[in-house]
């Protein structure tokens, strides 16, 4: 009998690990032999623990799983409780383009053997067999653009570090997924590493970078052992090291750990972080492509960008680029978190709308009550009121809508949510979490909370002021913790007046 | 300054050996140390510094900018509650305050033994309000189960 039992922190926290052993003391009991794979998560975190059974037809799903639910896993499993089906025929995996995370939930995450097994290191080995300038082309023509949030073309960063004369160069994987909403990057290294190892290994190759880093963060420690672990194995396997695959070209990376700071997301402060330097903003130019880690040009991508080069490689350009829409090409592994019914990770092409979004593939709130108000792209995203839920889910659009989609979290909230509330929220987090180099982030944020405080009290006089303080921080802070926050903050004093009194009543 | 303390002297240089030919080892070394003595002791910055070649208040000033790094033991237990956006969406605030009620602290406090901490997403937000008990993630905490833990460590 072959059980997968996801090893996802989600997973986890909502008790894979108990199941698990569970499952190996049934099987001990009865004398039945198990072999107990622990997979990355298929995404569907209101259904974890997910089991899958192997059968004759595929694999059977079984959730949300109890411990007491175990038992009968041995008996008749399509009378099973908690049975879902083939895990395949699912609704939610039916309707999904898996290419970055075809192999998240499938395989074991830490066999090299059956990464190889469902089409992993074609990338790479395609990428062995053509120039670096190639190679930059095929990923520039895919139309891939960074998927942390801020939508630059990777093709063209690559092109900038291919072409830059220097001794060393760097390849650092921006894996400081701090956003609220977003789970992607800690379910992709959990999950499948191997698919980010071999993205980061294309990249190398590309841009004759010879050294890699995974900076991720301290409160993701689950990714940590799984990143290194993998490295290890594929190190220990000629993926990585002196010759990658016996070509004579090197490439070697290496797991880093933030501790704590937000902010060390930005690009700029994640290259600090790595030196061991305060996590402070640095003002460009110079751009991270020229003189990025220890001066030297780097290429900072986010773990989905660089995890979507492998498909790419493989697969080609034209393949990659026919999904999507407008300049917003290929997909996006949305996550759907907060107040939802249905909340997990649904990859897909660009294109479809906020509300096909929220209410077809997340089936509204988990409290049953209506949707109020969506954050979309992270702490520092617009929150959308169901009349703009026709925005198609593309980079352009959400920006003419005043909004941006960031790593392309999006958090649900009933209509119990005080807009008020979150505005203050977003100012304090900013406040809490500034690097303190730029003025308009570091006092602008403290003034805007006491200025909410100030509507709240019923003082009409400071929403100009509130209006004119977010204008300042968005067009004059050096990074995007300073000049998004006004995103969630306008958005919910545009969109949801009646939760902000004063300006009921001057409407009144 | 000179530490007094030769055997925490003796642990810092070994972590620093344990880290040498590293590109920017300062964080490593730093969570090294705090995993070492559960925080980062005021001595062993001159220690660090000196091996790096970096001044004292360089090191003070990396070590005050993370969130993540103490400079005084840390309690026995740490309960450390998200309270980020998509945790506030079901429920987080009301759970936090429940927490902050029964210890009788503040964020940062700490009494009977357990620290109550903030954190900003744990990655577990299809699936809030999440915590991490002891290292341990919970996923859709609420006060029952809140009760439950901390019955558990006091």
Sequence with gaps: ?508 | MTSHDPQLVHRVREILNDHKGMEGPLLPILHAVQHAFGFVPQEAIPVIAEELQMTRAEVHGVVSFYHDYRDHPPAAHTVRLCRAEACQALGAERVAAHAKAKLGVDWHGQAHGVALEPVFCLGLCACGPAAQVDGKLVARLDEDKFDAILGGMI
Aim: with cysteine; net charge negative; hydrophobic share 45%.
């Design chain 1, 1 to 508: 009998m072959r059980v997968h039992v996801p090893l996802d922190a989600a997973a986890k926290a909502l008790g894979s690990d108990e199941v698990a052993a569970a499952i190996q003391a049934e099987a001990a009991r009865r004398g039945v032999e198990v072999t107990l794979v622990r997979n990355g998560s298929r995404g569907m975190v209101w259904l974890e623990p997910l089991v899958e059974v192997a059968t004759d037809l595929g694999r059977m799903a079984f959730g949300p799983m109890t411990t007491a639910d175990v038992a009968a896993l041995f008996d008749d499993l399509k009378a099973h409780p908690k049975a879902l089906g083939l895990t395949e025929e699912l609704p939610w995996m039916l309707r999904q383009t898996r290419l970055t995370f075809a192999r998240c939930g499938v395989i074991d995450p830490l066999s090299l053997e059956e990464y190889e097994l469902h089409l992993g290191l074609k990338g790479l080995k395609r990428a062995l067999s053509l120039s670096d300038a190639d190679i930059v082309a095929e990923v520039r023509d895919s139309g891939l653009r960074g998927r942390g949030g801020a939508g630059f073309p990777t093709g063209i960063k690559w092109e900038t570090v291919r072409t830059a004369k220097a001794d060393q160069k760097y390849i650092v994987c921006n894996a400081d997924e701090g956003d609220s909403a977003t789970f992607a990057d800690r379910m992709l290294m959990e999950g499948d590493p191997f698919t980010l190892i071999e993205g980061m290994a294309i990249a190398g190759l590309a841009v004759g970078a010879t050294k890699g880093y995974v900076y991720t963060r301290s409160e993701y420690p689950d990714a940590v052992a799984q990143m290194t672990k993998a490295i290890q194995i594929a190190r220990a396997a000629g993926v990585l090291g002196a010759s990658v695959l016996g070509s004579g070209r090197a490439f070697d990376m290496e797991v880093r750990v933030g501790a704590g700071a937000y902010v060390c997301g930005e690009e700029t402060s994640l290259l600090n972080s790595l030196e061991g330097k305060r996590g402070v903003v640095r003002a460009k130019p110079p751009l991270p492509a020229l003189q990025g880690f220890l001066g030297k040009p780097t290429v900072v991508n986010n773990v989905i960008s660089l995890a979507s080069v492998p498909v790419i490689l493989d697969r080609g350009a034209a393949f990659y680029k026919n999904f999507g829409m407008g300049r917003s090409q290929g997909t996006m592994a949305l996550q759907l978190a907060g107040n939802v019914k249905y909340g997990g990770l649904f990859e897909t092409a660009f294109g479809l709308t906020l509300g096909e979004i929220v209410d077809d593939i997340g089936g509204g709130t988990a409290t049953g009550r209506p949707v109020k108000a969506v954050q979309v792209g992270g702490p520092l995203g617009a929150w959308f009121p169901r009349a703009l839920f026709d925005t198609p889910f593309t980079y352009e659009d959400f920006a003419a809508r005043g909004g941006l989609i960031g790593h392309a979290g999006l958090t649900l909230a009933d209509d119990s949510v005080d807009m008020l509330k979150m505005a203050r929220f977003a100012l304090e987090f900013c406040a809490i979490e500034s690097c303190g180099k730029c003025t308009p982030c570091r006092l602008g944020a403290v003034r805007g909370v006491e200025t909410v405080d100030r509507i709240a009290r019923g003082d009409a006089a400071a929403i100009p002021l509130l209006t004119d303080l977010c204008e300042t921080m968005k067009s004059g802070s050096l990074c995007a913790l300073g000049g998004f926050t006004p995103y969630p903050v306008m958005s919910a004093l545009t969109h949801f007046p009646g939760d902000f009194a004063v300006m009921r009543e001057a409407a009144e």
